[in-house]
């Protein structure tokens, strides 16, 4: 890595010297040869007839073409013209093959995941495939390598990194979708392994304890939130009782705060003909994803005949560049939102390695021998490597447990029928339930499908496959030796959760347990989000009687600190009179505390002190409880489980004298050094408290990927630095320095037009290009933008070749 820094800082360096010297054009001639194309015609081999590319003033294009497999063509034409680079991102993420392209810096990246061997998953996907998908994922790789090659010169990254593209195959579209599950599911088999340990290693009074199935912060559509259960006594466990190696084994004080938040999550909600003035239903959606540049998604316009003969198909709203499809939007009957629905998609298989030959592992069907595969890692500038993957029957050997047997990952997306474009069939649909038949049968990471119809309807349902799990409920490892526990195939669409015209009008997801009982069973428990977020959203939208789009907007852009009100309290309860008397910076402290003024607001000092005073606390007590499994595992910690929240607030009011940390007299002591730690956080450097803002820490970096390298490229290639309002957690307004809403929408099938859209950096990867940073300010001040494209500025006709 090193020296592929120095040598890139070379040619930069050189770049600034030359241009200096008057080369610069020569050099802007060359980079402007990678922007695309926007007017005129352009002949290209395997269209059949032609298509028109319109683009707007956003650089968003209309593509209308006469068939499907035409629109799929230009669709990876464009998105090829646009992204490229982040294309070849995704499928070398998924396959492990980064540092062939960047160089050894990725090797560790390339090691975690060419476990999965996705490579070989892909090539069943196109083996497995029908013949419309097939052609589909052809056609869309066709319009892929001949907007490539459209390029009067090949996309700037490749000139710093001093390497061609490879051309796109049908089976890297698959890839990308195995860079979604990675994205959105990769952690799990973690999870349930940090679930299975705790359960092997803790009493289990205390296991339910700490890791509660709801708190009292769930707000789900369908059933109640779940109460913790009953604090543990000091008959159960007692922390008081650690020996000197128990106690050495803990994290110094202060020095673990609780880890981010994986679930940055997403919000979706939708409401009925109940809800609006005019009888029409509204979907909204904001996806909350790590933000880079280029940026995720690609927004587009499709129009192309319907297969029925009468008229034509449209279809608006975000796609995955990479693929042929639009993620999620509207088509004039239906619209539909995604968020991530944190149902249990993975198991922790325990292998049962056979006594008698270490080889050989048990299974329903006798002794198996252990696959090895050997997989080799290219790395540019550097000597190949190679991996030795472990597999069973049931999938990789990923870990092992307190016991030290084998866990093999289990996984949807390892599955036939797990990855494929399914959503192509939603993008037709005309009805509700249409809509909800093909979205169980799409294969992708399990989303909370939120949709509504053009008849003032709305609907939740899973899109994705659903395991038919038999013997057990898949919360925690378990063994699979004997065949009583097992998946037995994928439920059908009939089988699937779903909730339809709920008698309020009002359906909300938020990466939280959306349902109860048998529904809950069927998606089961992936580890949801803690559920503030989904409960705050719900409240919002009681207060609405009559919705507009306007006051969709402004849920997303809610940044009220509800969640953190009782922390608050608590921490004006410890920064008493005789504590401030005793330290006079307590109490600075406790004015900023004072007023605070409830939201995540750049300005606030007292918004980021609550928020530290929680998370050190919570990355504490998560440490000490846990003690008997860091005799097993040394970094163990239940700090990065969402719902760590429930028992350790509960420590923290009920003050029970057995779960304390045993460093400390009391937890009146405890809490003053939280409050104590968050003064010496604030004042680091001799600055002053009033500088704590929230803003401070909440300042965003949007990178590209080459910045990141090379500091010295960020002026070009990054989007500016701003300090946002809003929170990576636990209110709807989700934003992070370097994640956030990777869009915004709110849309009513059949009135696109009064919709809105809008997503941060711009539709080009291209800095040259003015549509590369365009539309990142609506986004950072929470403007709406039209949902559907606007006057059209280029038109690109693309014909057959001759």
């Known amino acids: 890595m090193r020296k592929f820094i120095l040598r890139t800082l070379a040619v930069v360096t050189l770049l600034i010297v030359v241009i200096a010297v008057g080369g610069g054009l020569a050099i802007r001639h060359v980079l402007k040869g990678s922007l695309p194309q926007l007017d005129g015609e352009l002949r290209v081999a395997k269209l059949t007839a032609p298509v028109t590319i319109e683009r707007d003033g956003l650089g968003v294009p209309t593509i209308r073409a006469a068939n499907r497999l035409d629109l799929a063509f230009a669709t990876g034409f464009v998105h090829a013209q646009d992204r490229f680079f982040q294309m070849d991102l995704l499928r070398r993420n998924s396959a492990g093959e980064l540092a062939e392209l960047v160089g050894p810096a990725a ?8 476990v999965h061997r996705f490579r070989e998953v892909v090539k069943q996907v196109m083996a497995n495939s029908g013949p419309e998908s097939a052609a589909l994922m052809t056609a869309y790789a066709d319009g892929v390598n001949a907007g490539l090659e459209s390029l009067a010169k090949k996309p700037f990254e490749y000139y710093f990194l001093r390497v061609d593209p490879q051309p796109w195959k049908a089976e890297d579209s698959a890839l990308v979708i195995c860079s979604m599950y990675l994205d959105l599911q990769g952690e799990d088999f973690a999870d349930e392994a940090t679930l299975g340990l705790l359960a092997e290693r803790m009493p289990a009074a205390m296991f339910d304890f700490l890791a509660p199935r709801g708190t009292e912060w769930d707000a789900p559509v369908d059933g109640e939130a779940f109460a913790v259960a009953t604090t543990p006594g000091p008959d159960v466990f007692d922390t008081r009782k650690y020996d000197k190696g128990t106690l050495a084994l803990l994290a110094p004080v202060g020095s673990l705060a609780m880890r981010e938040a994986r679930h940055g999550g997403s919000n979706n909600w939708a409401v009925s003909a109940k809800r609006t003035a005019d009888g029409r239903a509204i979907v909204a959606d904001d996806m909350h994803l790590d933000i880079r540049v280029p940026h995720v998604w690609y927004r587009a316009s499709f129009e192309w005949p319907a297969a029925d003969g009468q008229g034509n198909e449209r279809m608006t709203g975000v796609s995955l560049p990479g693929t042929p499809v639009i993620v999620v939007g509207s088509n004039g009957h239906v619209a539909w939102g995604f968020t991530n629905s944190e149902g249990d998609w993975v198991d922790a298989v325990v292998v049962e390695v056979d006594p008698l030959d270490k080889d050989f592992y048990l299974t329903p069907d006798g002794p198996r ?28 050997i990923m870990g092992h447990d307190a016991k030290g047997r084998p866990l093999a990952n289990h996984w949807v997306a390892y599955e036939d029928g797990g990855v494929n474009v399914g959503l192509l069939a939603v993008e037709s649909a005309h009805t509700l339930e249409e809509a909800l038949r093909l979205a169980n049968q799409t294969g992708a990471p399990a989303q909370n499908f939120m949709v509504a119809d053009d008849r003032g309807r709305i609907a939740w349902t899973i899109i994705g496959r659903i395991p038919r799990r038999v013997g057990f409920d898949g919360r925690l490892p378990t063994s699979w030796a004997d065949g009583k526990c097992r998946w037995d195939g994928w439920l059908t669409p009939e089988e699937y959760p779903r909730i339809i015209d709920p008698e309020n009008g009002r359906l909300w997801t938020a990466n939280a347990r959306v349902v109860s009982g048998e529904m809950l069973a069927t998606v089961g428990d992936g580890g949801y989000d803690l559920g503030a977020r989904a409960q705050q959203i719900r409240d919002d939208l009681a207060k609405i009687d009559v919705a507009s789009e306007a006051d969709m907007l402004a849920i997303q852009l809610d940044d009220r600190a509800v969640f953190l009100r009782p922390w608050r309290k608590l921490l004006l309860d410890v920064l008493s009179p005789e504590a401030v008397e005793a330290d006079p910076r307590r109490g600075e402290l406790r004015r900023a505390v004072e007023y605070w003024g409830d939201r995540a607001a750049p300005d606030s000092v007292g918004y980021r002190v609550v928020r530290t005073f929680r998370r050190n606390l ?5 440490d000490v409880l846990v003690a008997p499994c860091k005799e097993v595992k040394e970094s163990f910690s239940i700090a990065k489980l969402d719902r760590t929240e429930g028992p350790v607030w509960r420590l923290v009011s009920e003050k029970p004298e057995n779960l ?12 003053l050094a939280a409050a104590d730690a968050v003064v010496t956080d604030a004042t680091r450097g001799g600055k002053p408290i009033s500088e704590y803002t929230w803003g401070n820490y909440n300042t965003t970096s949007i990178q590209h990927a080459l910045s990141r390298a090379v ?6 290639l990054d989007m500016p ?9 636990n209110m709807p307004r989700i934003q992070g320095p370097s994640m956030g809403a990777s869009q915004r929408m709110a849309v009513s099938p059949g009135h696109e037009g009064d919709g809105y859209l809008h997503m941060p950096c711009g539709q080009s990867g291209h800095p040259l290009s003015p549509h590369y940073r365009d539309a990142h300010a609506a986004w950072e001040e929470g ?3 039209p949902f559907l494209p606007g006057a059209t500025v280029h038109t690109l006709v693309l014909k057959p070749a001759a």
């Open 107 to 114: 090797l560790p990246l390339d090691r975690k995941v060419r």
């Open 369 to 396: 021998k252990f696959a090895h595969h050997t997989e080799t890692i290219h790395a540019k500038g550097a000597a190949d490597e190679t991996l030795e993957v472990v597999s069973t029957i049931w999938g990789p």
């Open 618 to 622: 919570i990355g504490q007590l998560s």
């Open 660 to 671: 304390i940390d045993p460093r400390y007299k009391n937890w009146d002591e405890l809490l």
């Open 711 to 716: 500091p010295s490229l960020s002026p070009w």
């Open 721 to 729: 630095a701003r300090a946002l309002a809003g929170d990576k957690e």
């Open 783 to 785: 403007r709406p933008t």
